[in-house]
């Protein structure tokens, strides 16, 4: 889940790498650019391929990991030479930083 300050950040002008977005592959449904310089929540829903994104309790990203529409977009894209890209059903998380500050606060993980 791209977490951006769209306003002030190069990313935020192209949907697909927008504050939202499955970076580089899917666009979120809403626009979240009004919305920095502030804490909001945000949740990541995995159910075997499933996923969700969720800022601030409003569904803004869903789509199957395994669907073939998702699969082209990732062999057209940066991710294309990861071969368990999106496909192992665990890894690493990792929050990256770029250029601006950014602060997190109160990250969990959860396993249902």
Known sequence: ?????????????????SCGALYGLMAPWHDERSSANAYHSARIVVNGTLIEYWIDDQQVLG??????????????SRFRDYAGFARAP?????????????WFRRVRIESL
């Not at 789509?63 to 057209?76: G, Q």
């Not at 665990?90 to 950014?102: N, S, Y």
């Open 1 to 17: 889940m791209q977490l951006l300050d769209d306003e002030h950040h190069p990313d935020g002008a192209d949907a697909l790498t």
């Open 90 to 102: 665990e890894g690493h998380i990792v929050l990256q930083h770029r250029g601006t500050e950014a």
């Open 63 to 76: 789509c199957d990991l395994a669907s073939e529409e998702l699969r082209e977009r990732i062999a057209r």
